[in-house]
């Protein structure tokens, strides 16, 4: 696992990725179906979400990592603690 936000960001980068965010999420927030127009590269750091693609439902917890393609359908759904994600994202 990539330990710092500044090895995320060289390790984004060589794949090509181009713009590298931290984004912190509330307690119980619910974001409907929703796509995104650039490809996602992402490790949760702290607390857990259910991404929901198609009838694919994927719960992350701190230390994982996922890829979602842009122009993918999702939803998105985080737990009682919140949580904070890396993000890295190819526009």
Request: hydrophobic share 40%; aromatic share 10%; no cysteine.
């Amino acid at each position: 696992m990539t330990k710092t936000f500044e090895e995320f960001t060289a390790v984004s980068v060589e794949e090509g990725f181009d713009e590298m965010l931290v984004r912190e999420w509330q307690p119980n927030l619910v974001i409907d179906t929703h796509t995104h127009p650039f490809d996602v590269s992402a490790l949760v750091v702290r607390g857990e979400f259910v991404l929901t693609v198609g009838e694919k439902v994927i719960t992350l917890k701190a230390g994982d990592p996922f890829r979602l393609a842009r122009d993918i359908p999702h939803t998105e759904q985080y737990g009682p603690e919140g949580a904070t994600v890396w993000v890295a994202r190819a526009n």
